[in-house]
Structures are given as C-alpha cells and as structure tokens.
C-alpha cells in the first residue's frame, strides 16, 4: 500500500513539473508540487520498507509519525503567502514561499528516506551477496539504491537553482528503480517456473504419462 501511495505521489510529483513547463506557473499547482515532491518525496516508498525491515508495531508507529509530520508541514505550505515577484513563468521553486522556514520540513523526510529505502536496498545487497545466491536481487537491490539516490542529487541542484536537473535525475532515477524491481520479480516468476518443472518432472501427470 505505501509503494503504491509512494508511486502515486512520484507521478504527481512530476506531472506538475511537467504542467508548469509546458502551459506555465499556477499557484494550485505549485502548492500540490511541493507537497507531493520537495516534501513527501520518497517517504512512502521508504515507510513501505519500514514495514519489511522493521517489526509491525514499530513500523505502525512510523507510520503514524510519518502522516502527522506531513499533514502539519503541508497545513503551513497550503498556508504560506507567494511572493509572486519572484515566480519564474516555467520554473518551480519554494524560493517563492514568503514563510521560508517552511522549506526545513523536507529536509527530515528526506533523511527518513535515505534511512530506509536506500539504506534498506543497500542492505539488502549486502545481505544477499554475503550469502552467496540469489545476484540478481543484489543487482536490483542495487539499482533501486541508485534510483533513488539520483532524486535527492536533483533536489541539492533545485534548492541551488538548477531545476532542469532534478527533471532529469527524477526520470532516470525511476527507470533505475522499476529495472530494479523487474529484475528481481523476474528473477522470481523464473525460480518458480523452475521449481514447477522439477515438481512435475518428479510426480509427472497422466497426460505427462501419455
């Protein structure tokens, strides 16, 4: 449920990029880039591996932690005046918010995510290559580390400036992250094919028989 909130908001993330290249800066969807993107950014994608790391109770209580935060920190970003002087027609940027203080909220969601999306897939290589088996949940693992890392390299360019950076680091980061995942899924539907064929090779059916 999280990586399918966490993908969700990706995509508005950079849908509203999207909209404000092409048709120009609008107040409704500035507000709803920054929730979705500079705040929340990869926390639900990194509260859905909470749950894989962590015990349910703990997570539970992340999680709880995790809406509160955002909700109070997206209350004063719908709050915040516009300093509309400072817009730039095609451009996103929170430099624009009269309450800058508000920008200190992303910073710990971003932390959190680092934490537990790209730490938990480093670890998870890790622990997959020190056993011995199973490459290619280290190299998706790996993948989805990197994929994830590129967004936030984005994000450092945008706070200096540089949005078309974080366009780019997004997009390539999200193809990073769905190779990730098609590796190790696939590796997975081909070890069970695999175990269904020894299955059937060791107790054939009567039209095996035939």
Sequence with gaps: MWWMIGVGLYGLGTLTEA????????EPVFRSWYI?????????LAQGTVYLLLPRR??????????????????????TPLLYDLVEPNRLSGVVM??????LFSPLVNLYAVVFL??????SAWKYWRQGDASSRVLGNVLIAVGAILPGIGGSFARA???????????????????????IVGDRVASIHREQRQV????????DER
């Design 19 to 26: 909209l404000t290249t092409i048709f120009g800066w609008s």
């Design 36 to 44: 979705a993107g500079a705040l929340l950014g990869a926390g639900p």
């Design 58 to 79: 703990i997570a539970d209580r992340l999680a709880v932690a995790l809406v509160t935060y955002v909700a109070i920190a997206s209350a004063f970003v719908v709050a």
């Design 98 to 103: 009269a309450w800058q203080w508000v920008r």
């Design 118 to 123: 790209i730490g938990g897939a480093i670890w």
């Design 161 to 183: 400036g540089v949005i078309e950076v974080l366009y780019v680091t997004e997009l390539i980061g999200l193809l990073l992250i769905w190779a990730g995942y098609r590796v």
């Design 200 to 207: 059937s090779a060791r107790f054939p059916t009567e039209n």
